[in-house]
Structure formats: C-alpha cells, structure tokens
C-alpha cells in the first residue's frame, strides 16, 4: 500500500458527534496548511474490527478511539505499545503502509504535558497525591503520575473496590482510602486530581468539601465542561496553582497528529480558542 496524496485520520466513537477532536485537529490541519481532512467515523461495535481493516486502505494513516471502543481495539491492533497496555485502553491508532494497526494511549501524556504547562515547578518526585475516581481517565492519571516517580497516591473512589482493583494492579505506592475521607485527605496533598465526573455539567457536583485546600498546593481538575469547576474556583481562592482539564484534552492529541501529518502542532491559546468556540 503506497503512502496516500492527501492524509486523513478521523476519530471512531459510537456515537461520535460530542467529539471534539475534529475541530482540535482541523485548527491544526489549516493552521499548518496541510492538506489532509481528519472527520468524524461513526461505528457501531460490531463493525470495528472490519471498519479497522478497511481504513489503512481508505487512505487513513491512523485515528482517534473513543467511547465505546477504547479496550476493545487492544484486542483487535496488531502491536499495542506499553503504555495502552497499562492503561488498559487505546485511543489513538496508527497505520502502518502494510495495514498493520498500531495502538497506543496518549491520556497520560496529554495528563502530564497539561500538569507541566500549569505547574512547570512543580516537584513530583516524592510528592503526595490525592486522586479521586478509579474509571478509565484515572487509571491514565496513575501511568503518567507513577512513571513521573510521585512517592504517594491517596486514591478514593466511591465504589472502593475498583479503587482496590487498581492498587492490586499498579502497587505499593498507591493507599486507597474510604471516599468520605476524601476531604479530609485533602490538605496533606502536594497535588489534588479529580478525575471523577462529578462537576461536569448535568452531573451531580464534586461535595468533598474543600476547606484543606492552601496554597503550596496544585489542583488538576480533568473534566473541561465547565471549564472552572467548583474544585478549581475553591483551589484559585485558596491560592493554589489551579489546571482545567481541556489542556490534557489537547495535549493528548498532538502525538496523533504529528505521526498522521508528519508535522509536531502546538498546545496553546489559539488552539484552546478554536476547541471552545
Ligand atoms: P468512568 O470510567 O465512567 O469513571 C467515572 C468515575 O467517576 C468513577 O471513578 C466513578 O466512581 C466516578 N463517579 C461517577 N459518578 C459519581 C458519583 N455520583 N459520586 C461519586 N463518584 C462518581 O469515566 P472516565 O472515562 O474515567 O472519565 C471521568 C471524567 O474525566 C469525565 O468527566 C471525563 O469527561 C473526564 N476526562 C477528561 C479527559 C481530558 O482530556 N480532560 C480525558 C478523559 C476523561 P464509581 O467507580 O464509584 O462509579
């Protein structure tokens, strides 16, 4: 299969009409002046695995994975890099010029490329973190956290025994601890993530309460929809270093792009503008 004129990638969902990624990745696309298209790819379970084979032969170099089909392209790729691996979830594919489908997750990148912009001082080895919610996002939050060497993550989730499940799986230096002492936990935290739902629009709010929060602290909040969540406002009013979550949202992007469109696109405020708009 010869390398295509005009490269395209798109992202695969089911539904995949919230996605952002087209306008993320067609900001880029005009920006740079590259003619290629990336879009939206409706696909429905069943018909993954052959929408998987046909796509390299369609022209695409690669694609964007998101909900429902995250765990099962790991099982469908050809080579599946550590990191997805670990994270249990793919969501960014790439293509070789054979076909052959290549699986990665960028989450924790884009985590911590985001953590880096908003605290660029910030000291994670040996920090204490306090992380809350133990679903998909989280378990990319702990990769990026544990291969930065934090000494210590407090993880608190409501239903305990999946946060239980992650300690068993990513080790010692994870301590879970019962969801209503969250808050409490909070002011002996370098670092606070709420990778949880709760806060985003339509779902109930994040009531840990925040009274620990000062401001030697950093809080990263994932969910960009509101942009300054509750946890956010109450961390900017303590004084602490507050980081909305659309950053790892574009963060986590730009290695999808630059392998697709060979060209390395940047995370910045025109970009943020363009996704918001
Ligand atoms: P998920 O796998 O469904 O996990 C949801 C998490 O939220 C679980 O820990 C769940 O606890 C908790 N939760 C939900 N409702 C709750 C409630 N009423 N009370 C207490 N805890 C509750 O979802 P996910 O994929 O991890 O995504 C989580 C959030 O991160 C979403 O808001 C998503 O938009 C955001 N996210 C952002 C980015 C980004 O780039 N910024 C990337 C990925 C995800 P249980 O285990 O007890 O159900």
Redesign the pocket.
Known sequence: MSSPSIPLAGVIGFPVGHSRSPRLHGHWLQRYEIAGHYVPLEVAPERLEQVLRALPQMGFRGCNVT?PHKEAVLDLADQVSDRARRIGAANTLTFSPGGQVHADNT?AH??MA?LGDGAPEMQLAGATVLA?????????VLVGLLEAGVGRILLA???RA??EGLQAEFGDRITVID?DTAGAAIAGADLIV???????TG??P?AIGFDGLHKAQVVSD????PLETPLLAAARAAGAVAI?????????AAPGFERWFDHQPKVDAALRKAVLA
């Open positions: 909900i989450d884009g985590f985001n809350l919610g133990a679903g998909g996002a989280a378990r990319a989730n409501r239903t999946r946060a969801w709420n990778t949880t739902s709760l806060g985003m779902q109930p994040l994932l969910v960009y929809s909305d979550g659309l950053g790892m949202l574009l963060h986590q």
